[in-house]
C-alpha cells in the first residue's frame, strides 16, 4: 500500500529539539501508512504566522506547554494563515506528567482523525 500523504507539518514549541525529537519518532512509527515532511518550528506565538506563511502546513500541532487560551490563539493564527490547515493542541501538560512516549502515542492515535483518514 502507498502511503497517505505527503503531510507538511509544523510545530510550536519552546523547546525545538524536543519537538524535533518527538515528531522524528511518530513520522518513523506511521512511515508505512503515512507520509509526513517535518518543515518547522516555531518556538514562539507571534512567529507562527511566519512560519505558516513560509512552510504552507497541511498540519500543525500545538505543544502540551501551552495553555488553552494559548493554543487557540496559535490555531487562530495558523488557521487565517493557511486555508484548510489541520491544526491540533497537545493537551496541557501531558509532556510534564506523563513523558515523551504519551505525546508519541496520542499523536499517532490522533493523527488519522485530524488527517481525515
Excluded at 51 to 63: D, K
Excluded at 93 to 109: C, H, R
Amino acid at each position: 500500500m502507498t502511503p497517505k500523504g505527503p503531510y507538511i507539518l509544523c510545530t510550536v514549541n519552546t523547546a525545538p529539539e524536543r519537538a524535533k525529537r518527538i515528531v522524528g519518532r511518530v513520522v518513523e512509527d506511521v512511515k508505512e501508512e503515512y507520509t509526513i515532511d517535518y518543515r518547522a518550528n516555531s518556538e514562539r506565538i507571534e512567529d507562527v504566522k511566519a512560519m505558516c506563511e513560509r512552510e504552507q502546513p497541511n498540519v500543525l500541532f500545538c505543544a502540551s506547554m501551552w495553555t488553552e487560551e494559548e493554543s487557540n490563539e496559535i490555531q487562530r493564527i495558523a488557521k487565517e494563515t493557511v486555508p484548510g490547515i489541520q491544526t491540533m493542541a497537545i493537551p496541557h501538560g501531558l509532556q510534564v506528567e506523563k513523558g515523551p512516549d504519551a505525546i508519541v502515542a496520542y499523536l499517532k492515535e490522533q493523527w488519522p482523525v485530524l488527517v481525515g483518514c
